[in-house]
């Protein structure tokens, strides 16, 4: 009876580690997230647009949990909700979605956005980013979208008649004062027959004299 309990005290912990090996606990993996920002800016006069910008993944990257983002006439949005487990590079292309508002020019350039993930010493991953412009080899200071508004022309030159108008009528406010004219003010006859009398009766008192 001892035997069998020695032999059974003995066996237990073998069993129980050779349970371990083979089926292992799960152990929550290293994860890194990230978050990239975009910025949108409409240059010329004020519109009320909404502008749409896109990612998509590149060579297998992760992807996130929104692929559009939309910004009315500007700001600066976010890409969330990434998800890398490994190290390495993660790369992400970004455009604008080249809309239909009136008289605007959509910015045609594209950015590559990396991502590399990597170790860190007490076994977690870190992540860092970094944009490259399309057209270009340095890295961008960040995504940025600049698009134009131009008003049409009729629209700008019914600006400038307005202008030239107000202007006009300034010009005719600001007039001196007009002169009386026959009529107005002290009569001219008058005026005219009083200096003739008085030249008159001038000479007669000279004669006299």
Known sequence: MTFGKTALRCWLPAAA?????????????????????VSVRTDG????????????????APVPVQRALTVKNGGTVYFTGFAFDEPGDYRYLIAERSGGAAHTTYDAHSYTVTVRVTG??????????????SGETAKADGVLFVNRYDPPETAAAAVTASAAAAGTRTVKAAAPAALPQTGDGFPVEALAAAFCASVIGFGTAWKRR
């Open 17 to 37: 580690l050779l349970l371990a090996l083979l089926c292992p606990l799960p152990v929550a993996a290293a994860r890194a997230g990230t978050a990239i920002p």
């Open 45 to 60: 006069a004020a519109a009320d647009a909404v502008y749409t910008v896109e990612l998509t993944p590149l060579d297998a």
């Open 120 to 133: 860190r010493p007490d076994g977690g991953l870190a992540a860092g980013l970094w944009a490259v412009r």
